[in-house]
Each structure stands twice: as structure tokens, then as C-alpha cells.
């Protein structure tokens, strides 16, 4: 028999390997990132918002304010987006433990980092659009933007 006739040997994973433990980390920090880039956006965004009004109170156009919603609906689709490729990697994070736990994790589930199976981005962004973390922060500042522009500009 050859080496091509012979199916490859699966050997079963542990919590103490050194490669899991380094697959677990490499998770980790993917998500910390896009948890990080959420709350970038946001930052960015009341930046951006502000600077605007601000601009536009000093020119005295209040017409103008109304540029504002291009960054607010900007970073409310990037926040949407990191928070739902957040979740993907928790899922398949959580996945994996699953699968570790139960003694069912091979070599072929380590280092997998595309999204699982059956992911939609434009179902995951809308979801994730609906989140708490994400419309309540850019509907306080739509709603804010028209406060400005009609009570203080």
C-alpha cells in the first residue's frame, strides 16, 4: 500500500498544546481588534461630527449641518461590519472550544480563520446594525445633529 492509498491520521487536540493555545490567541486578538475598531468608530465619528458643526457654526450656514449624516451613516455601517465579523470570530472561537471540550478537535480545525460556513455578510451587517452596541450610539447623535441645526444653529 502507498502513502496516497493511506487516509491521513487524525490526531486529537488538547486545551495544553502549545499550537491550540497559539490558535486561541490568534483568536483572541482578532476579536479584541475589531472590538477596538468598533469603539475607533464611534471616536471617530463624534470627532468628525463635531468638527463639522462646529465649522458650520462658525461660517453660519445651518443648512450645511446636515453634512454631518455623511460620516454618521459611514461609521454606522464600519462599526456594524466590525462588530459583526466580532461575532463570526467568537462563533467560530467558541466553535472550537465546543469541539476541544467534547475531544472532537483535529489538527484540520486549527488556524481555520475564514468565516464559518453559511456566513452572509449582508445578513451579519444588518444584524449587527441592530445591535445595543451600535444604533442607539448613532441615533443619539442623528438626533442630536437635528437638536443642532434646528435649536442652536
Do not use: H
Not at 477596538?36 to 465619528?45: D, E, F, I, L, Q
Not at 452572509?120 to 445591535?131: G, P, T
Amino acid at each position: 500500500m502507498s502513502n496516497a492509498d493511506q487516509q491521513p491520521q487524525t490526531i486529537k487536540l488538547t486545551p495544553e498544546s502549545n499550537s491550540v493555545q497559539s490558535y486561541l490567541n490568534i483568536l483572541q486578538g482578532i476579536i479584541s481588534r475589531m472590538a477596538n475598531n468598533s469603539a475607533n468608530c464611534k471616536t471617530w465619528c463624534i470627532s468628525l461630527v463635531s468638527a463639522i458643526l462646529v465649522v458650520i457654526a462658525d461660517k453660519n450656514k445651518p443648512n450645511y449641518a446636515w453634512i454631518a449624516l455623511i460620516p454618521i451613516v459611514l461609521f454606522f455601517l464600519l462599526d456594524s461590519y466590525y462588530l459583526a465579523q466580532e461575532r463570526s470570530f467568537r462563533a467560530i472561537y467558541n466553535n472550537f472550544i465546543k469541539e476541544l471540550n467534547s475531544g472532537n478537535a483535529t489538527f484540520d480545525n486549527l488556524f481555520v480563520l475564514a468565516p464559518m460556513r453559511g456566513f452572509n455578510v449582508v445578513k451579519s451587517l444588518f444584524e449587527s446594525s441592530l445591535s445595543f452596541a451600535v444604533y442607539p450610539f448613532y441615533l443619539t447623535l442623528i438626533v442630536t445633529l437635528i437638536i443642532a441645526r434646528y435649536l442652536i444653529l
